[in-house]
Structures are given as C-alpha cells and as structure tokens.
Antibody, heavy 117, light 110 residues
Framework: EVQLVETGGGLIQPGGSLRLSCAAS????????MSWVRQAPGKGLEWVSV???????YYADSVKGRSTISRDNSKNTLYLQMNSLRAEDTAVYYC???????????WGQGTLVTVSS | QSALTQPASVSGSPGQSITISCTGTSSDVGGYNYVSWYQQHPGKAPKLMIY???NRPSGISNRFSGSKSGNTASLTISGLQAEDEADYYC??????????FGTGTKVTVL
C-alpha cells in the first residue's frame, strides 16, 4: 500500500529555514514523480516543486531560489528545503506522487508551516 | 504560471447535474491531454477524480466525467449527492515543467 507521511512543519520566524520531509512506503521515491503542493489558509492549491524520476526539478516562481526539492533513496524520503521564509509561505504543505496517466493520485495528510514572528 | 480559471462556486439540487469549467491556454490545457480533477473536503488532502481529461481512477463513481474543448476542460457531476459537496480543482501539465492548478470551485448541494 502506498503511504506518504509529511513531517517538519511548525512555527518559524520570517527569514528562517525549514526542511519538510515526506516518508514514503509501498514504492521507491526514486522511480516515481514526486511533488510538493501547498495551500495557504482559506486559499487554493499551488504546485510548489516537482522532482521527476530522471532527477530533473522544477519550482514555482514564488519559491524559486529559496527552495530545494530532493530525495534520499536510502531513506525513501522526499524533502523540501525552504529558506528565507516569508509570511506568504504559511500553508499546509502536501507531498504527492504520480499515478495513472499524467496525474497525482497519492497524497500525504499535509504538514502546516506557519511563518510568523 | 498563472492559475487556470474556474468559477468560484457552482450549486445544484440532489439528483441534478452540474458542470465546472477550467480555462487555460495553449501552453497548458489546450496543448496537452493532461488535465486532471481533484476533490477536496475541508481539512482533507485532495483526491484524484479524473485524469488525462476523461479517465476515472479505480473506485471513482461514473457520476464524474471529464471532457475538453480547445483551452477549456470541464468536469460534470451527474446525479448530484450530498457527499459531492466539496472544493474541486483542475490541474494541467504545462510546457514549463511544473503543473498548474485551477482557482478552485466550491460545489454546494442545495
């Protein structure tokens, strides 16, 4: 069974850094497309970053230059390193995995990141 | 990376059909048959309902159907039920390498 469990969220001051983790089970993160999606309170969904099975990575303009997506195959875990955090980065962060066709059929439960002083 | 355009809200009575539109450009919706739809209940993670424009994942009711014409994709929910009340988001592959979501539509069952 595919499972995704995000951790690492919390309260962080503006300008700080945070690393989110997404522990995967039931498959290998290195063989699938993996992504991070966020949702600010009361707002819509936003793709943050994706890492494809070939290792290529892409970022939303809103986090480009401040965030790094990576994976640790030995730990079967996806990461999102976020630096220079801003109030507008406050959101629930979900990790997702690709599924049939071009789609994202597996999601974690999300982890809340709050950027505030 | 501009969000795809969806109506903010759509409502219908139980048993009726509703359609949610999702308008993009030739760089996303119009350029690829890679539109998917997600249902999200409050406080829950998104759930895949439709992929590749019109395909249903295993376990998704055939009351949900998808289509596309030009730069606009659509999700139709037939035989509306109380449990269908949720937020719905379209998503499309884009030429930039990162997908893009729609603005989201709140479906209300009257």
């Amino acid at each position: 069974e595919v499972q995704l469990v995000e951790t690492g969220g919390g309260l962080i001051q503006p300008g700080g850094s945070l690393r989110l983790s997404c522990a995967a089970s039931g498959f290998s993160v290195s063989s699938k497309y993996m992504s991070w999606v966020r949702q600010a309170p009361g707002k819509g969904l936003e793709w943050v970053s994706v890492i494809y099975s070939d290792g290529s990575t892409y970022y939303a303009d809103s986090v480009k230059g401040r965030s790094t997506i990576s994976r640790d195959n030995s730990k079967n875990t996806l990461y999102l390193q976020m630096n220079s955090l801003r109030a507008e980065d406050t959101a629930v962060y979900y990790c997702a995995r690709d599924s049939s066709g071009w789609s994202w059929g597996y999601w974690g439960q999300g982890t809340l990141v709050t950027v505030s002083s | 990376q501009s969000a795809l355009t969806q109506p903010a809200s759509v409502s219908g009575s139980p048993g009726q059909s509703i359609t949610i539109s999702c308008t993009g450009t030739s760089s996303d919706v119009g350029g690829y048959n890679y539109v998917s739809w997600y249902q999200q209940h409050p406080g829950k993670a998104p759930k895949l309902m439709i992929y590749d424009v019109s395909n249903r994942p295993s376990g998704i009711s055939n009351r949900f159907s998808g289509s596309k014409s030009g730069n606009t994709a659509s999700l139709t929910i037939s035989g509306l039920q109380a449990e269908d009340e949720a937020d719905y988001y379209c998503s499309s592959y884009t030429s930039s390498g990162l997908d893009v979501f729609g603005t989201g539509t709140k479906v209300t069952v009257l």
